[in-house]
């Protein structure tokens, strides 16, 4: 089995800054595209940014030129480093991974979540 640790969400003043980690531990597994997504209270779980195995990066357009989405292959780590901070990010934030477990026969492919961060960005 394959866990998501999320760390670097908090409190923080509109224009500021934080940095997102979430690492993925487990045995005998791949990692293919790694995500964030969030979800503020009363609406539907969006996506954030995605990165793929080879670092390819896409964002929702309310994030471009402010996040930044990175992956450290070797360490099995997703980060979002999030700059210029609005109240409207405020959000629980959630990593997301499609994961090959190589211990089945055959292999196989699921989509992972960690249990999720608040951000919160007071005005």
């Known amino acids: 089995q394959v866990q998501l640790v999320e760390s670097g969400g908090g409190l923080v003043q509109s224009g500021g800054s934080l940095r997102l980690s979430c690492e993925a531990s487990?045995?005998?597994?791949?990692?293919?595209?790694m995500g964030w997504y969030r979800q503020a209270p009363g609406k539907q779980r969006e996506l954030v940014a995605t990165i793929t195995s080879g670092g390819n990066s896409n964002y929702a357009d309310s994030v471009k030129d402010r996040f930044t989405i990175s992956r450290d292959n070797a360490k099995n780590t997703v980060y979002l480093q999030m700059n210029s901070l609005r109240p409207e990010d405020t959000a629980v934030y959630y990593c997301?991974?499609?994961?090959?477990?190589?211990?089945?026969?055959?292999?196989?492919?699921?989509?992972?979540w960690g249990q999720g961060t608040q951000v919160t960005v007071s005005s």
């Open positions: 487990g045995r005998r597994f791949k990692i293919n595209n």
């Open positions: 997301n991974a499609q994961i090959t477990l190589l211990a089945t026969w055959p292999p196989r492919s699921s989509d992972y």
